[in-house]
């Protein structure tokens, strides 16, 4: 893939090159697989554990392990998600927070991400609420959940 059709900026396909030469520790322009998505996090790619199981074993079937920096690039135009929708968001919103009290509890954000199919461990979800909770009462609202997508989407730090 050129890095000219890609759907990155110019400033963020530089970051991106940034973060892969310094996975790539030997400097043989590829990346193991636990590199591989050690730098695809470091570029803003949220990866759930089921993600990463999923690109591990593609890359040992396809790639004997390891990635160069098309197929990194490959993975991050799989793996990037647009920006959502006021109006998405607050639909995501709303489906989260079953009891309609504004605020998303830890029961109903757990059971949101298994009916999705998000399977994660005790200890990402933890740090996910962590994460997501930036007032810590315990419970995530609209403010912090957008907050949150937006992060996750834009790479706004680019």
Same mark, same amino acid.
């Given at each position: 893939?050129?890095?000219?059709?890609?759907?990155?900026?110019? %400033?963020?396909?530089?970051?991106?090159?940034?973060?892969?030469?310094?996975?790539?520790?030997? *400097?043989?322009?590829?990346?193991?697989?636990?590199?591989?998505?050690?730098?695809?996090?470091?570029?803003?790619?949220?990866?759930?554990?089921?993600?990463?199981?999923?690109?591990?074993?593609?890359?040992?079937?396809?790639?004997?392990?390891?990635?160069?920096?098309? *197929?990194?690039?490959?993975?991050?135009?799989?793996?990037?998600?647009?920006?959502?929708?006021?109006?998405?968001?607050?639909?995501?919103? %709303?489906?989260?927070?079953?009891?309609?009290?504004?605020?998303?509890?830890?029961?109903?954000?757990?059971?949101?991400?298994?009916?999705?199919?998000? %399977?994660?461990?005790?200890?990402?979800?933890?740090?996910?609420?962590?994460?997501?909770?930036?007032? *810590?009462?315990?419970?995530?609202?609209?403010?912090?959940?957008?907050?949150?997508?937006?992060?996750?989407?834009?790479?706004?730090?680019?």
């Amino acid at each position: 893939m050129a890095d000219e059709d890609s759907k990155f900026s110019a %400033k963020q396909l530089k970051e991106f090159r940034l973060a892969y030469g310094i996975y790539d520790e030997d *400097g043989d322009g590829k990346l193991d697989s636990d590199a591989c998505c050690k730098c695809l996090r470091a570029c803003g790619i949220p990866l759930t554990e089921n993600a990463i199981a999923n690109i591990t074993t593609d890359l040992d079937i396809y790639s004997d392990g390891e990635v160069n920096w098309d *197929g990194f690039m490959a993975l991050m135009e799989e793996h990037h998600k647009p920006l959502p929708t006021e109006k998405e968001l607050i639909a995501a919103f %709303k489906a989260m927070d079953e009891d309609g009290s504004g605020a998303v509890s830890r029961s109903e954000l757990k059971r949101f991400l298994t009916n999705v199919g998000e %399977k994660l461990s005790e200890d990402e979800f933890e740090q996910m609420v962590a994460d997501i909770d930036t007032d *810590g009462d315990g419970e995530i609202d609209y403010k912090e959940f957008a907050s949150l997508m937006a992060k996750s989407s834009s790479y706004s730090d680019f």
